[in-house]
């Protein structure tokens, strides 16, 4: 018997006794003590709750007026879950061995039918960036960054950090106040405010060695630091008007932080403005590419003439 199964049929058990004794639990299912208790303890902290009994004939009970609660999914609620779980497979997302139990667990809570459903369904849906030869639902195995949830923990219970990156010279340290922590081009990027310069700042979470609280006299009020952002906000430089086949390839891929607006009600034009860092050199190359993944379907209204120089110089290589 699985373990998810067996803890299932283990809090059934539990849930229709007045009271128990982990004597009684080894017996009935024919395992360890330790197990036993290992077992009780995840129950425990699944929520169930449960009051232990000292003395020599000690156990345990469930608490009064507690009862565990009866969790069922219909067809197609277990299939989106699912789903979700196979579009994310190979993403890098944080928690993936809490994603790898969670799904066993719901695995555990379904008919062989509806199992055999989604067997199907893994062998027959494919996503960017999963293997579709690989027909195991459970197979969650690509590994963020070991410093991701290590960074979430932190930014949950206080969101100015002093958040160390490993840089050319070596490791640097930066007082920061944390303003997103987003998945881009597949990789994980840090957006803060940098306390000591007031600037807002990216920091590749594939860099970061360490993280912990900054010290709470030298920190900046979350209204003033939003304050100096907007006073920083850059004028607009960069003006695109799209067509139907543009807005499908923008919907296919665009950077994170920008959007565009639609011009009519069917949504087949649209009008997109941002502000291109010009002196930033990655930040050109990347934006250059991007307009010719666009393609065609698009009329430049302004655009800073470094674009104008780089693109120029692009499409010069495949011209006779």
């Not at 779980?85 to 969670?102: E, I, V």
Request: with cysteine; hydrophobic share 40%.
């Amino acid at each position: 018997m699985k373990k998810v199964e067996r803890i299932n049929i283990i809090m059934r058990y539990i849930n229709n006794r007045a009271n128990f004794t982990i004597s009684e639990i080894m017996r009935e299912f024919n395992i360890s003590r330790s197990t036993a208790i290992r077992d009780i303890r995840e129950i425990e902290a699944m929520g169930m709750p449960l009051v232990a009994e000292v003395g020599r004939d000690g156990g345990y009970f469930v608490m009064n007026n507690s009862v565990l609660p009866t969790v069922r999914f219909t067809d197609n609620e277990i299939k989106a879950l699912f789903i979700a779980f196979m579009a994310t497979r190979n993403q890098q997302l944080p928690y993936l061995k809490s994603r790898q139990s969670l799904a066993e667990k719901l695995l555990g809570l379904i008919s062989q039918n509806q199992q055999d459903d989604l067997v199907l369904l893994n062998g027959i849906l494919l996503f960017e960036g999963t293997n579709p030869h690989n027909p195991d639902l459970l197979d969650l195995s690509d590994l963020p960054h070991p410093m991701l949830e290590k960074l979430i923990q932190a930014l949950l219970s206080d969101r100015y950090l002093l958040v160390s990156i490993q840089e050319e010279e070596g490791i640097k340290s930066y007082p920061i106040y944390l303003l997103h922590l987003y998945r881009e081009k597949s990789q994980w990027q840090i957006e803060g405010f940098y306390l000591k310069d007031e600037k807002r700042m990216v920091f590749p979470v594939d860099n970061l060695t360490d993280v912990k609280p900054y010290s709470a006299e030298k920190r900046l009020s979350k209204k003033k630091i939003l304050e100096k952002l907007s006073k920083q906000e850059e004028a607009i430089n960069f003006v695109l008007e799209l067509g139907p086949k543009a807005i499908a390839q923008f919907k296919k891929y665009h950077p994170l932080k920008v959007s565009i607006a639609y011009t009519n009600p069917y949504q087949t034009t649209a009008i997109l403005k941002n502000f291109i860092h010009v002196h930033n050199s990655e930040e050109l190359t990347e934006l250059t590419n991007w307009l010719l993944f666009l393609g065609g379907d698009i009329k430049v209204r302004e655009v800073p003439e470094e674009i104008l120089e780089v693109l120029q110089e692009r499409l010069g290589l495949f011209c006779p």
